[in-house]
């Protein structure tokens, strides 16, 4: 499965978009990006995937660059209750076989 | 009720000692996984199984065991516990014929003396 980039952290605004960007240039063709989110000690949270479309949900959107090499998160309006570490990862569908986390984001939604 | 559980949730332990962490899904996903978590640190995959009777490693496999007798099922089985071992481990099934979404359970925090 292809590795991914992420920030170590980020800073952002009560009310306002988060974007959390990825880094997955080795990114195979029947490769899917996943998002899931860890708050506190609690095990990850998924929140949405993607193969090359734009996807949305009830959560965030996921933006998927045209050649897959980077993929961002946007949660639109960031609560506090977003405050968290926000992993992406890649791996195949029809394989979740060694489907590997990095560090993931730290994302620190202010008041 | 449905769902992942993993038990024990908290367990200390001293060194050498056999340790199994237990994890149950009710969902009869075909996938389950385990990773260990470390202070400050990402999930790192120790095993998967794709159905019963199928298991594989994942990164770092050295010092645990696991078994899948039965589809709910996944135990994870420290041999003999080293001080490297303390983490938090989290159990997670998927059902590949759907999203491929991961489904975690609560975590397992061990910690080696």
């Known amino acids: 499965d292809a590795k991914t980039t992420q920030p170590p952290s980020m800073d952002c605004a009560e009310g306002r978009a988060a974007n959390l960007p990825c880094n997955h240039s080795?990114?195979?063709?029947?490769?899917?990006v996943y998002w899931y989110r860890q708050i506190h000690s609690q095990g990850p949270q998924y929140i949405i995937h993607?193969?090359?479309n734009n996807e949305t949900n009830e959560m965030a959107s996921l933006i998927i660059t045209e050649d897959r090499k980077s993929s961002t998160l946007i949660l639109p309006h960031a609560t506090l209750r977003d405050t968290a570490v926000y992993y992406c990862?890649?791996?195949?569908?029809?394989?979740?076989?060694?489907?590997?986390f990095g560090d993931g984001t730290t994302l620190t939604v202010k008041p | 009720d449905a769902g992942i559980t993993q038990s024990p949730r908290y367990k200390i332990t001293e060194t050498g000692r056999q340790v199994t962490l237990m994890c149950h899904q009710t969902?009869?996903?075909?996938?389950m996984f385990w990773y260990r978590q470390d202070l400050g640190h990402g999930l790192r995959l120790i095993y998967y199984?794709?159905?019963?009777?199928?298991?594989d490693k994942g990164e770092v496999p050295d010092g645990y065991v696991v078994s899948r007798s039965k589809t709910e099922n996944f135990p994870l089985t420290l041999e003999s516990a080293t001080r490297s071992q303390t983490s938090v481990y989290f159990c997670?099934?998927?059902?590949?014929?759907?999203?491929?979404?991961?489904?975690f359970g609560e975590g397992s925090r061990l910690t080696v003396l």
């Open positions: 969902w009869s996903h075909s996938y």
């Open positions: 080795t990114i195979s063709g029947n490769e899917y």
């Open positions: 199984s794709a159905a019963a009777d199928i298991t």
């Open positions: 993607g193969l090359k």
């Open positions: 990862i890649v791996r195949t569908n029809t394989n979740a076989g060694k489907s590997t």
């Open positions: 997670a099934s998927s059902d590949q014929l759907r999203t491929g979404e991961l489904f």
